[in-house]
Structure formats: structure tokens, C-alpha cells
């Protein structure tokens, strides 16, 4: 009768345990950064990027010409600035938002509840990097470099 007990209070205990074992495993974490720099696009963008930083430096120069003060002139150029760094934040976030959208992506194919970025887990998780990075380019209908191949 005692070792029925024991068995019966054992299961009951697993059993209570295997929740909590189960979403372990249901946590993926992704290393966020590398994804950004993985991104298809992430190139194209950047250059994007150094092209509207020239084509409004020409045009800071052209304006600051026209100008008599230094305090005009640093007026402008925190005004360039400015506009710079809209435009810089507008890519960043279209890049970040298709990152997400992916990751959620798969998560929900693999079964996994929650993801985190790779530098919040102290143990286990499951590392889901890879597996978006190749969704991200599945998106695109092209295959994964592999320059970033091998840093996976």
C-alpha cells in the first residue's frame, strides 16, 4: 500500500511538474542585432540611407551659403539633422516591424509562446535565429547568403 502511495504521489508530481517543463521549452529566444544586419534588404537600405546624407549635406551647404550668422548656420544644420534622423528611424522601423513579423511567424510554426532577445536568457530557451533568418529571405524567394550563412 505505501509504495502504491509513493507511485501515486510521484505521478501526481511529475504530472504537476511537466507544465512547467513544457513551457520552458516554449520559449525561443532570437539574437535581435543579427537579424537586423541579416535583413535582404538591409544593404540596399543603408545605402538608401548614405544617399539621402549627401543629398542633404548639398543642400545644408547650398542653404548655409545664404546664411550670415553662426547661429543661423547651427540652426540649419540641427534642422539637416533633424530631418536625417527621421528618415534614419522611418527605415529602422520598417526593417524592425518585417523582423517582428517574421519572428512571429515562427514561433507560432514551431509551437513557441514567447520570444525573447538572446541577451535576456540566463538558461535554456530554444535559439531561433537561424530559422527566421531563412524565413526572412523565404519571403524574399532567395536563399540565405552564405557570408551569413556562417555566421549562423
Known sequence: MRKKALGIILIAGILLLL?????????GY???EFLFYAHPEYDLKNQQLQ?????????IQEEAEQLETEEEINELGAYYEYQFEL????????????IL???????VELGISAVLPEGSIIYGGLNITEQVV??????YGISVP???RELL
Open 19 to 27: 507544465p512547467a517543463v513544457v513551457s520552458a521549452e516554449a520559449i
Open 30 to 32: 532570437v539574437d535581435f
Open 51 to 59: 544617399e539621402k546624407a549627401e543629398e542633404l549635406y548639398v543642400r
Open 87 to 98: 528618415i534614419e528611424q522611418e527605415v529602422r522601423l520598417e526593417l524592425v516591424a518585417f
Open 101 to 107: 513579423q517574421v519572428i512571429e511567424e515562427v514561433a
Open 134 to 139: 531563412e524565413a526572412m529571405y523565404k519571403h
Open 146 to 148: 552564405s557570408s551569413i
